[in-house]
């Protein structure tokens, strides 16, 4: 099995990957206990000193002015994990479980929070074992980051809550026995900062980029299928137009089309004009690279930000190590408007793709545009072919549309407004898995589409990449001759899509 080393300033999405959907274990690095045993005895002199210290001998939020005396510390720390785990609606996957626990172990390993690092070390050996907390998904108002979340993740942390364990539901404690992992006995600050910071809207986002990235790739072999299906021209996506204006996104996508189509039969059965006197395609045809484009260009911002999360303290106060000791500083790292607005961003990327693919399969179901048999049947009347397919992706598309609306520009005040100005990151990061979803069904029509479409031209053959989907698609979906449900045929042309197997192609 694969481990990684975790420090809090180096893991990357492909570690992240590999723990969350591939099972691999995480370690903590020895130069990061170092950092969290130096910081851990800047938190325990100050306590000695008898110095208020937020978090570690005061109440919380609007609490903040009560005064915790040194007897009562434990039970504070305690008593916050208990108090908000009050998540509620649907659990997280076992994925993004496992995904918001290596985040938070890895914010922690940074050496900035004034934990121990048995802390780490117990999230690490809960991902070893395959103790998953079970973590309602909704609650948080992404600030003071994901508290409700974080607090059933701490739960379980502690041997309290409820977790999955080897496929069965099951309190946190007995989880936890029967991995071998002893529970937390939280101390001074160590409640607060597994609960303190953005772990659960990084995770959901960071997952959702995953497969977002796939799709962008699969959309540009879709749109090239389609191309052909519908006798476009590849004459737009020339390397001197994207260079007129150089998008990189929008250039990865012409060079994409250019490749896929490259040697393709039927763009040459139509070269001429006596054959094709049409003189220029549709948007959803010509400007597929300005589209997919600035979808590719608005993910790899998402990248961009969600990097910089991935290695970066999220809690509050922070613990600073100095030459004189140390200082402990309040602010406001947990709030997560960055991520919230990066969430959005993506819900607007992961509409307009699956606008455009709408657009392309209508075309080619339209026979007053496609200049094939109406609904890519021979039959048609006898027959609905895609009627209903096209209908099924207009369907999906727009309910897109309704999930991309923002929400990192909502905000309702909490605790005692104290915390007036909160970002709605979970809200944002959560909208975007089942708009993934949404956006492979349709993609994977306008595959099934597509194929159908190269196979009323034939005997002449798309390009000879193009011809690899082709044939990957025909290996789960036969020719349609005759009606019949394509609910099977989507689903799996849907799980080749997030299996990578048509990103696989442009690689």
């Known amino acids: 099995m694969k481990r990684i080393q975790i420090n809090g300033n180096n893991l990357t999405f492909e570690e992240l990957y590999e723990v969350a959907l591939r099972g691999a274990e995480a370690a903590l690095d020895p130069e990061a206990q170092k950092r969290m045993r130096a910081s851990r005895l800047v938190i325990e002199l100050l306590l000695a000193s008898n110095k208020t210290i937020y978090g570690v001998n005061t109440g919380f939020g609007e609490l903040a002015e009560v005064r915790i005396t040194q007897d009562q510390i434990r039970q504070l720390q305690l008593n916050l994990a208990r108090s908000h785990a009050c998540g509620v609606g649907a659990p997280l996957s076992e994925v993004e479980t496992r995904a918001m626990t290596l985040l938070r172990a890895n914010t922690l390993a940074k050496g900035l929070s004034g934990v121990r690092p048995v802390v780490v070390e117990t999230l690490c050996a809960m991902l070893k074992q395959g103790v998953h907390p079970l973590i309602p998904s909704q609650g948080s108002v992404g600030a003071s980051g994901d508290l409700a979340p974080l607090a059933h993740l701490a739960q379980v942390a502690i041997g309290e809550g409820e977790a999955i364990y080897k496929g069965e539901r099951m309190p946190g404690g007995e989880a936890m026995r029967r991995a071998g992992i002893q529970p937390l006995t939280l101390e001074a600050k160590e409640g607060l900062s597994l609960l303190n910071g953005t772990q659960g809207m990084l995770a959901l986002a960071a997952l959702a980029l995953h497969e977002a990235e796939i799709l962008v790739d699969t959309a540009d072999v879709a749109a090239a299928l389609s191309l052909d299906a519908l006798r476009g021209s590849p004459a737009a996506f020339d390397e001197r137009i994207a260079a007129a204006r150089p998008f990189v996104g929008s250039s990865t996508t012409a060079k994409n089309l250019v490749r896929l189509n490259e040697g393709s039969e039927i763009r040459e059965s139509h070269r001429s004009a006596e054959r094709d006197p049409r003189v220029q395609d549709a948007y959803s045809l010509r400007c597929t690279p300005q589209v997919h484009g600035a979808v590719r260009d608005a993910l790899a911002h998402v990248r961009a930000m969600l990097a910089v999360e ?24 947990f709030h997560g408007q960055p991520l919230a607005m990066a969430a959005d961003h993506m819900a607007v990327a992961i509409a307009a793709l699956g606008g455009i693919s709408e657009r392309r399969i209508e075309h080619m179901t339209n026979p007053h545009t496609s200049l094939l048999p109406p609904f890519l049947t021979p039959q048609a009347g006898l027959n609905s072919g895609f009627m209903i397919a096209q209908v099924a992706a207009a369907a999906l598309a727009s309910e897109n549309k309704a999930l991309a609306a923002p929400r990192s520009v909502d905000s309702i005040p909490t605790s005692g407004d104290q915390e007036d100005y909160v970002s709605m990151g979970m809200s944002a990061a959560r909208r975007l898995q089942p708009m993934l979803e949404n956006l492979r069904n349709i993609v994977a029509i306008e595959l099934l589409a597509a194929c159908q479409g190269i196979d009323l031209l034939a005997p002449l053959r798309t390009g000879a990449l ?5 044939a990957l698609v025909r290996g789960v979906s036969k020719k349609v001759d005759e009606d019949r449900s394509f609910a099977e045929d989507i689903e799996k042309v849907g799980k080749m899509i997030s299996a990578g197997e048509f990103q696989a192609i442009l690689r």
């Open 310 to 333: 991935l290695n970066s303290a999220t809690d509050n106060p922070l613990v600073f190590v100095d030459a004189h000791g140390g200082e402990v500083l309040i602010g406001g790292n």
């Open 466 to 470: 193009a011809h690899k989907a082709y």
